[in-house]
C-alpha cells in the first residue's frame, strides 16, 4: 500500500517493494505536484489516481530507483531503450563493450557509482594484456611450412573445416582465432602450441577503443539521469584517454589512376569486382553502402544514386539489411559520367551470371552480390581487395581508403567543404574538416600560392 507525505506544494509517494538479499527494505519514492488552478477536491481524487499508478508500476518493475545494481540497469537499458532506439548492428557492439563493463562495474549500486569506478575500469582497459581475445599468430613462416607439409592451402582449408580466406589470413600474417589454430593443428596432427602463440600478452587498447567504452557508459548513464534514477551523470565528471589523431589513408590522384588501369587488367571473370572497387573510388561510398547499392537506388538517365540503407553481416544472424549510420547518410548525389558506362556494362554481365547460376540464383535487386546472387558479406570483400592490392604496386590500402581518397581528390579540386560533407553524408561538414584537414590545408597553400603567381603576373604586365 502506497503511504503519502505533503512536502509544501507537492506530495511524495512511497511504495514498500519487499526487502533485499540483506533483509533491508525496498522503497520506491515519486513526488506529485498538483497543476496550479486545481481544487483541493479535485488535488484528493488525483493524489489517490497517482498512488494507484504508481504502485502498480512498482509492483511491475517499471520503477527504477538508485539502489538498483548497474548490471541490472544495463539488462532494463538494453531492454527498453537500445532495442528500441539503436540498430541492430549496434545493439551487437554494444554487447561485446558489455562484456568488459559489467564484471568490472556491474555490482556497483547506480546511486554509489562514481567517477572513480569509471576512472578505475579505464586504467585497467589500458594495462597490457587486456586484450584477451583468443587470438593467434602462426609460429615461423607459414608458406615455408607449407611447402614442407606438401599441402595446397585448399587442402589445408578442407582439412581443418575451415574457408579458404581463413587459411589466407594465415598466409598473409594475420592473427586468427583461437578454435581455428585447434582446427589446424588438429588437422595437421599436433598441438597448437607447436604452430600457434598467443598474441594477447603485451596487447593494450588504444585510447580509441578506450572512449568507445566511454562513450557507451555515458549513453547509459545519461538515460539513467533521464529516467530519474540517478541526479548526475558520472562520466561527465571525468576525461578518458584523449585519443591522437591520424591522418586518413589514401591514393593520390596518380596512384588512383594507377588502381584504374590496374582494375581494367583484371579478367573478365572479376568484372564484379573491377565495378565495385570503380564505384567505391567514384562515389567515396562506405563498404556498408556498397554492398547495400540496389539497381533500383540508381538512374541510370540523371546519374543520380541514393544511399537509403546499407549491408551488414551479423553473428547468428547472417546477412541484414540496415538503415544507414544516421540521417545525414541518407543522401542521394551525382555520379560521375564515367562510371554509368561501366555500370551498364556490369548490369549486363550480372545477368550473363544470373543465366549461369540457374536456379540457385537468389533474386534481389543488389547490385553487388556473391557467384548465386546472395548479399555479400562485408569482409568477404574486404579480403578480396587486400588480396589484390598485395599482388600490385600500390600501397596497402583497404576499402575505406578509397572513401578517403575520393574526399581528397574532391577537396584538391576545389570542391567547397560542404558539399564534400553532403556527398560523404557527414553530420556535420565540421566532421569532414577534422578527418581531412591536411588536405585542406594542402589545397589552401596551393590557392595561396596561385593568387601570389597571379599578382607576380601583373606585375609583369
Known sequence: MATVTKRGNSYKITVSCGYDSNNKQIRRHMTWTPPAGMTARQTEKELERQKILFEEKCRTGQVL??????AEFVEK????????????????????????????LGHIRMDKLQPHHLQEFYKNLAETGIRADGKQRFRGDFSAWMKGQGMTQQQ??????????????????????????????????????????????????????????????????STAVEWQVIYSNPCDRIKPPKV?????????????????????ELPADQFDFRTAVTTLLFTGLRRSELLGLCWSDIDMETGVISINHTSKYLPKRGMVEDDTKNTSSRRSFKAPPELLPLLRQYKAWQMQQRLMAGDQWQDSDRIFTTWN?????????????????????LPPVHPHSLRHTNATLLIASGTNIQTVSKRLGHSTSSTTANIYAHAIQSADAAAAEAVSVFKINQKKA
Open 373 to 393: 546472387g546472395a548479399p555479400m558479406r562485408p569482409d568477404t570483400f574486404t579480403n578480396r581487395f587486400r588480396r589484390w592490392i598485395a599482388t600490385t604496386d
Open 77 to 104: 537499458w538494453m531492454e527498453d531503450y537500445a532495442a528500441v532506439q539503436l540498430r541492430p548492428t549496434t545493439i551487437e557492439g554494444y554487447k561485446q563493450f558489455l562484456k568488459r563493463i559489467l564484471p568490472a
Open 156 to 221: 589445408l582449408a578442407q582439412l581443418a573445416g575451415v574457408s579458404g580466406t581463413t587459411i589466407g589470413q594465415l598466409a598473409r600474417g594475420k592473427n586468427v582465432s583461437h578454435d581455428t589454430a585447434v582446427k589446424v593443428a588438429a588437422a595437421c596432427g599436433v598441438s597448437v602450441s607447436d604452430l600457434f602463440e598467443p598474441t594477447a600478452a603485451g596487447a593494450t587498447l588504444s585510447a580509441n577503443s578506450i572512449q568507445h567504452y566511454h562513450k557507451l557508459l555515458s549513453s547509459i548513464l
Open 65 to 70: 530507483d538508485g539502489t538498483i545494481r548497474f
Open 244 to 264: 591522437q589523431h591520424k591522418e586518413a589513408q589514401y591514393l593520390d590522384d596518380q596512384q588512383a589512376a594507377h588502381l584504374l588501369e590496374l582494375l581494367a
